[in-house]
């Protein structure tokens, strides 16, 4: 039962946008849309910046956003900034579990 | 305002049982919809699922770690206990527990404790 697949890095300088991408199956990612994204800096515990594939908590910027397609999510950080430079996990709903990805670092130039 | 944090040994030996303790506030785990999950991270590496419980005593566990686990909770003193049996030095880990919104089959982690660093060593 693997992790979702996610790139190891990412960087992008202030003001790109990035795309982080999540690849499961169609037994997770393709079969639901049920893809939460949290961002983790270090030392620190992890926190919801996407849910359901593209909804947003209240208070967390609109320079982030969500997609799917197919077994792939995607993470859009727009208008990059020196504080979104952090680790962040895509998670999805898989029948029987909860399963993770392996983790994205961006790096902010 | 909803908080959680998590506590226990920090240190336990091989093979031993290792139990976990998640105290919450500002919300209860007899409302419709609520659950209470853990969440571990090996130094350096990815989070891993570990288990759930919900308002209605559903549980939920890592079908990989299932046979080592017990979730429960105590809804009288807000806390969520997490049992891991036979541990052993990969299960290093930071563990989280973390507030659940939606129910099992929409959930997603909303809110997160600090964390607790677990190292299983002789």
């Known amino acids: 039962q693997s992790a979702l697949t996610q790139p190891a890095s990412v960087s992008g300088s202030p003001g790109q946008s990035i795309t982080i991408s999540c690849t499961g199956t169609?037994?997770?990612?393709?079969?639901?849309?049920?893809v939460s994204w949290y961002q983790q800096h270090p030392g620190k515990a992890p926190k919801l910046m996407i849910y359901?594939?593209?909804k947003r908590p209240s208070g967390v910027s609109n320079r982030f956003s969500g997609s799917k397609s197919g077994n792939t999510a995607s993470l859009t950080i727009s208008g990059l900034q020196a504080e979104d430079e952090a680790d962040y996990y895509c998670c999805s709903y898989a029948g029987s579990r909860r399963v993770f990805g392996g983790g994205t670092k961006l790096t902010v130039l | 305002q909803i908080t959680l944090k998590e506590s226990g040994p920090t240190l336990v030996k091989p093979t031993q049982t290792l139990t976990l303790t998640c105290t919450f506030s500002?919300?209860?785990?007899?409302?419709?919809?609520?659950?209470v999950g853990w969440i571990r991270q090996p130094p350096g590496k990815a989070l891993e699922w570990l288990a759930l419980?919900?308002?209605?005593?559903?549980?939920r566990y890592s079908p990989s770690l299932k046979s080592r686990l017990t979730i429960t909770k105590d809804t009288s003193k807000n806390q969520v206990v997490l049992t891991m049996t036979n541990m052993d030095p990969v299960d290093t880990a930071t563990y989280y527990c973390?507030?659940?919104?939606?129910?099992?089959?929409?959930?997603?982690?909303?809110?997160w404790g600090q964390g607790t660093l677990v190292t299983v060593s002789s």
């Open positions: 500002g919300f209860s785990l007899s409302t419709s919809g609520v659950g």
């Open positions: 973390a507030h659940d919104r939606g129910g099992w089959y929409r959930g997603y982690f909303d809110y």
């Open positions: 359901e594939v593209s």
């Open positions: 419980i919900y308002w209605d005593d559903d549980k």
């Open positions: 169609s037994s997770d990612v393709g079969s639901y849309n049920l």
